[in-house]
């Protein structure tokens, strides 16, 4: 028989077991970093929240079913993990980043996340299309350098396949908006990657009809 939401005795006791294993493990790893002189990175997270009404379920769209929590021993956080809201997907480029690991440009380009470790110069990015524009918006996170735009109307990436993409634009950076004319690329799908300095982020537009008129 399941318990009440309001019945915290059995969520205590899990945190507790969780709690402990976590433990043993940290242990470990202190351990290891001392008599070995291991250089470790520990990211603890969860894959997905819970529903509001009965603390248990998940699948649904809320905040509260998709917000995670992170756990890790990150000494040097950037200015992207410290000032916005990282999420799962940055755990990827996280570790990509800490074990000296080059993603390839091709594959670069379909990563959602941003790493939370050493230099990066764009979030949050922002796409809405207007009368055959592009407007483009970011969060600049350095204050020199240039973006640089560019689209596809495939996504041929979803079946182990490659997408063309152009560069539309290049901008200075601290600009943080930019209007890109895609008039001679029709479509009802866009992919858009804005590349800086030292990271990738990326963005899609699906239009419908009632959007393109």
Same mark, same amino acid.
């Given at each position: 028989?399941?318990?009440?939401?309001?019945?915290?005795? =059995?969520?205590?006791?899990?945190?507790?077991?969780?709690?402990?294993?976590?433990?043993?493990?940290?242990?470990?790893?202190?351990?290891?970093?001392?008599?070995?002189?291991?250089?470790?990175?520990?990211?603890?997270?969860?894959?997905?929240?819970?529903?509001?009404?009965?603390?248990?379920?998940?699948?649904?769209?809320?905040?509260?079913?998709?917000?995670?929590?992170? $756990?890790?021993?990150?000494?040097?956080?950037?200015?992207?993990?410290? !000032?916005?809201?990282?999420?799962?997907?940055?755990?990827?480029?996280?570790?990509?980043?800490?074990?000296?690991?080059?993603?390839? =440009?091709? $594959?670069?380009?379909? $990563?959602?996340?941003? =790493?939370?470790?050493?230099?990066?110069?764009?979030?949050?990015?922002?796409?809405?299309?207007?009368?055959?524009?592009?407007?483009?918006?970011?969060?600049?996170?350095?204050?020199?350098?240039? $973006?640089?735009?560019?689209?596809?109307?495939?996504?041929?990436? /979803?079946?182990?396949?490659?997408?063309? !993409?152009?560069?539309?634009?290049?901008?200075?950076?601290?600009?943080?908006?930019?209007?890109?004319?895609?008039?001679?690329?029709?479509?009802?799908? !866009?992919?858009?990657?804005?590349?800086?300095?030292?990271?990738?982020?990326?963005?899609?537009?699906?239009?419908? /009809?009632?959007?393109?008129?």
């Amino acid at each position: 028989m399941g318990h009440k939401y309001g019945d915290s005795e =059995p969520y205590q006791k899990a945190v507790e077991l969780m709690d402990a294993q976590m433990g043993r493990l940290w242990n470990t790893v202190q351990q290891r970093q001392k008599q070995h002189n291991e250089d470790w990175l520990v990211l603890i997270t969860t894959d997905h929240g819970r529903d509001e009404q009965t603390g248990k379920n998940h699948g649904g769209q809320s905040a509260r079913q998709r917000l995670t929590w992170l $756990v890790s021993n990150l000494t040097d956080p950037n200015a992207y993990a410290r !000032y916005d809201q990282p999420g799962i997907v940055d755990l990827m480029p996280t570790m990509a980043r800490f074990l000296g690991l080059a993603i390839p =440009p091709v $594959v670069q380009r379909e $990563v959602d996340g941003i =790493p939370l470790t050493g230099p990066v110069s764009i979030a949050e990015p922002d796409v809405i299309m207007s009368q055959n524009r592009l407007i483009v918006d970011w969060q600049a996170l350095e204050p020199t350098g240039t $973006v640089k735009i560019w689209v596809t109307t495939t996504n041929n990436a /979803e079946t182990g396949g490659t997408d063309t !993409y152009q560069q539309l634009a290049e901008v200075p950076l601290a600009q943080r908006h930019a209007i890109v004319d895609v008039s001679k690329l029709p479509s009802s799908f !866009y992919k858009i990657v804005l590349k800086g300095p030292h990271n990738t982020v990326n963005r899609w537009v699906v239009l419908n /009809e009632k959007t393109k008129e």
